[in-house]
């Protein structure tokens, strides 16, 4: 299964600049590799955003099987390959919820009449599906599929984030934009980009309670019948709040709210996964998780300010630039993880065996020792 996991912090900041080697080439091919950046957008978007609860399965739950079986490289290409083939799948799926099965749609960003694009379509399902997993790995510990085993407990996760986000799409979506051939409404109360963009800022809190603060506060409750729902409630009420401050207060659509969040969402997977936290790591708990907080607050502004300043100079025709954004650093949010869980940092690190995030949720979280 790999050598044990490095101490945090343990060859940082080095380690994850190198990292970046890996991950930059992967976010340009991501962001512009299907011929632009409109062209990827229709295209790879959906297919990433689908392939992350794949990933996450492989790293969180099946422990990076089946590539575990190999040796390093192997095992992360094996992977890799895997969480391809199922991001493939999964979008296939998600067409099935929204309009049907349709694979000529699939690669096409420009699919013609009779044919429901991939893109923006898919999204709301294909978030759907990956928030609920995250709230089901880290918010709620895994509980109760761990017990099944590893492999079989990965798959009751995986379908059952695919239940509760393909039929809360169903029950509380409607569209933005008229119904085309073949696209069905399901007619709910919340619009598609309103309902996209809390399921980020949600996706935003689940990583800061269980990645930067390591289950802090509630590992200070002992019981799991009362630490679970009570984890529930607070991050899902900080993700209303968010949504509320950003979308109200601030004033921001809720595709730039999206675009927020995500820019978020990859920040912290940098800060706390690719640099270990590094070097708020050194201190005591309450000074580093602040440290951490502020440093993921200020590359998240960083990601935001530089993507726009790019995505200004674009013409998007009928799309939004907020999508991009939000796509672009999806996509960089991904590699980190296929990076640094998946591939184990290799070749940058041959030795390293990170944790999922938090404390694991194979088991109750523990109190955090370092910042």
């Known amino acids: 299964m790999g050598a044990p996991a490095p101490a945090p912090g343990r060859g940082q900041p080095l380690i994850g600049l190198a990292g970046l080697t890996f991950l930059l080439p992967l976010f340009f091919l991501l962001a512009f590799g299907a011929g632009g950046p409109v062209s990827s957008l229709k295209v790879l978007a959906p297919l990433t955003t689908f392939a992350l609860p794949a990933i996450a399965t492989i790293a969180f739950w099946w422990e990076d099987w089946p590539g575990s079986t190999l040796r390093a490289g192997w095992s992360g290409l094996t992977d890799t390959l895997v969480a391809v083939a199922a991001a493939v799948v999964l979008t296939l799926l998600g067409q099935a919820v929204v309009a049907g099965f349709d694979t000529s749609a699939l690669f096409d960003p420009e699919p013609g009449p009779g044919h429901v ?3 923006p379509h898919t999204l709301p399902v294909a978030a759907g599906v990956f928030t609920a997993f995250l709230q089901l790995t880290l918010v709620c510990e895994g509980w109760p599929f761990r017990r099944l085993g590893r492999l ?21 979506v409607h569209l933005d934009t008229p119904a085309q051939d073949g696209l069905r409404d399901p007619g709910g109360p919340v619009s598609s980009v309103v309902y996209g963009a809390w399921l980020t800022a949600l996706g935003a809190w689940q990583l800061v309670f269980f990645m930067v603060l390591r289950g802090w ?21 900080c993700a209303w709040a968010t949504y509320t401050l950003l ?12 675009a927020a969040c995500s820019c978020g969402i990859a920040a912290i997977l940098v800060v706390a996964m690719l640099f270990d936290r590094w070097p708020w790591t050194l201190l005591t708990p ?13 590359v998240a502004g960083l990601m935001y300010w530089a993507l726009y300043s790019y995505a200004d100079t674009v013409d998007w025709g009928r799309l939004h630039p907020d999508d ?12 980190v993880i296929l990076h640094v869980a998946i591939w184990k940092r290799w070749p940058v690190a041959l030795d390293s065996s990170p944790s999922p995030p938090g404390n694991g949720p194979s088991s109750r979280p523990t109190p955090d020792a370092h910042g």
């Open 247 to 258: 979308r109200h207060a601030l004033d921001m659509t809720a595709r730039q709210v999206t």
């Open 117 to 119: 694009e991939t893109f």
């Open 324 to 335: 991009w954004v939000s796509y672009s650093v999806s996509a960089l949010s991904m590699g």
């Open 152 to 172: 079989t407990s990965g798959v009751a996760a995986l379908a059952t984030a695919w239940a509760v986000g393909a039929g809360a799409y169903l029950l509380l």
């Open 217 to 237: 506060p509630f590992t200070a409750v002992r019981r799991r019948a009362v630490r679970l729902p009570l984890s529930n409630v607070v991050v899902i009420a």
């Open 286 to 298: 309450p000074p580093g998780r602040t440290g951490v907080v502020l440093t993921s607050i200020a």
